[in-house]
């Protein structure tokens, strides 16, 4: 009736990634360690763009408040999934064995490899294109695709490297994005010497107004299909208070963080991207620097999730799969710049399923079950996340991927039970 999860049982890895089993307990890391790579996960640009959304569609007060529940429901999630990866040590690809089984696996794996190198493609782009811009303005012509593919080979680079290369990233980027977000803050406020005032009288327009449910759901879903790879880099924690607070603690601070730049730059620039808003100020090298900086963070761990995902697939070492996607994205990435963020609705009502579905064979279908096997076959997972996801896209009431990550949770042990409950509990639990 079920198909073994054939969850990795040993810890003896190919590479330093653990992308084929789970990471073992002496090559687990530190609060520090992971809170800045969990931080410069969250330095992400598209949260920026909702943030100047929300700077000039809410007032003070309700983009406060926004921000707090929007993080709050993204710090929950994230953390949920933190604890089942520091518990097991493994990857969300390698969670998704156990209860959609290792065949069924792919499916989520697919998914997740491919929108993460999408993201990456975007990403290169993001840093390409205004760069050119920049060149231009001093009277420098350069063609768009030596800058992109310089972007993508130093974005590729550091995820080629896997987990200690991406804590190097994060160490450098971290402090200096929030540096100069910071300072662009308050010469902001040096500079305009009413901008408190505008700030704490701000009305927005009519048609630029948001409502509160809208503006919560937009906080979510810039975010939530990236916030479902979490386990791919807290599986590295040496214990699950360390897995959850870095995660939690980074969610608030970092998004909060390029929520506000986002805002600000909305309000007083007309502009949603911290470089541009640097660049207004006068300081131009440092916005390069910090453009550059904020997208490497968010790419090479996109780019590095999306090797163990595609590894999960084709059992081919991470590495070299990080290369192709990496190659992948940066040919594809003007294109997926045109055309990307046009599926960012689909992909937020499609992947948070998938998360819910874990989460749910974890704290309670696990119980019912004395070994590592998939529930019939992982039949179950799929329904679930195909119910989570027709609801998620079907009913635009409330928030979509909150819609979608409670049918899938409710749905798939609920099956399960049936299932068992029909087949008889011995004869799938393998009980005597």
């Known amino acids: 009736m079920s198909e073994s999860s054939e969850k990795p049982v040993s810890t003896v890895a190919v590479d330093n990634d653990y992308a084929q089993s789970l990471v073992p307990e ?6 520090w360690p992971m809170f800045v790579i969990m931080l410069g996960f969250t330095f992400f640009s598209a949260s920026m763009w909702v943030g100047a959304t929300l700077g000039s569609g809410l007032t003070l007060g309700m983009f406060i408040l926004t921000v707090l529940c929007g993080n709050l429901i ?27 089984g290792k065949r069924g696996s792919s499916l989520p794996s697919f998914l997740l490899a491919i929108t993460q190198i999408g993201w990456f493609g975007v990403g290169v782009a993001m840093c390409a294109i205004p760069i050119q811009t920049y060149l231009k303005e001093k009277g420098i012509n350069c063609n768009i695709w030596p800058l992109i593919i310089i972007s993508g080979l130093l974005f590729t680079s550091s995820a080629y490297f896997g987990i ?19 300072f662009s803050a308050i010469k902001v406020f040096v500079d305009n010497p009413d901008a408190w005032s505008t700030l ?31 386990p791919d880099f807290v599986r590295f924690a040496k214990s699950r208070g360390i897995a959850v607070s870095t995660t939690a603690i980074a969610f608030f601070i970092g998004n909060s963080l390029m929520f506000t730049f986002g805002a600000v730059g909305g309000m007083f620039f007309n502009t949603n991207d911290i470089s541009n808003v640097l660049v207004a100020q006068g300081l131009l090298v440092p916005g390069i620097i910090v453009l550059t900086l904020n997208l490497w963070t968010t790419n090479d761990n996109a780019l590095y999730t999306s090797g163990l995902g595609i590894a999960n697939i084709t059992g081919l070492p991470k590495k070299y799969i990080v290369i192709f996607g990496g190659l992948l994205g940066t040919l594809l990435a003007k294109l997926l710049y045109d055309n990307f963020c046009g599926y960012l609705s689909i992909l937020n009502t499609t992947l948070p399923s998938i998360g819910a579905v874990l989460a749910a064979d974890f704290f309670i279908v696990r119980r019912w079950y004395k070994n590592e096997e998939t529930p019939f076959n992982g039949i179950p997972a799929i329904i679930a996340w195909a119910c989570g996801t027709a609801v998620a896209n079907i009913f635009k009431c409330g928030i979509t991927s909150i819609n979608g990550i409670i049918t899938a949770f409710i749905v798939y042990p609920l099956i399960v039970g049936i299932l068992m409950k029909q087949n008889g509990k011995c004869s799938c639990c393998n009980k005597d």
């Open 74 to 100: 993204l710090g929950v999630y994230t953390s949920v999934l933190a604890w089942m990866a520091s518990s097991t040590g493994l990857s969300v690809h390698l969670l998704a064995r156990r209860s959609f």
């Open 200 to 230: 704490t009288n701000f009305t927005p327009d009519a048609e630029k107004a948001v409502t509160f449910s809208a503006a919560v759901a937009l906080t979510v879903g810039s975010f939530i299909s990236g916030g479902t790879c979490t």
């Open 26 to 31: 002496d090559k687990r890391r530190g609060f």
């Open 164 to 182: 200690k290369a991406l804590t190097i990233v994060s160490l450098v980027a971290v402090p200096l994005v929030a540096i100069g977000g910071c």
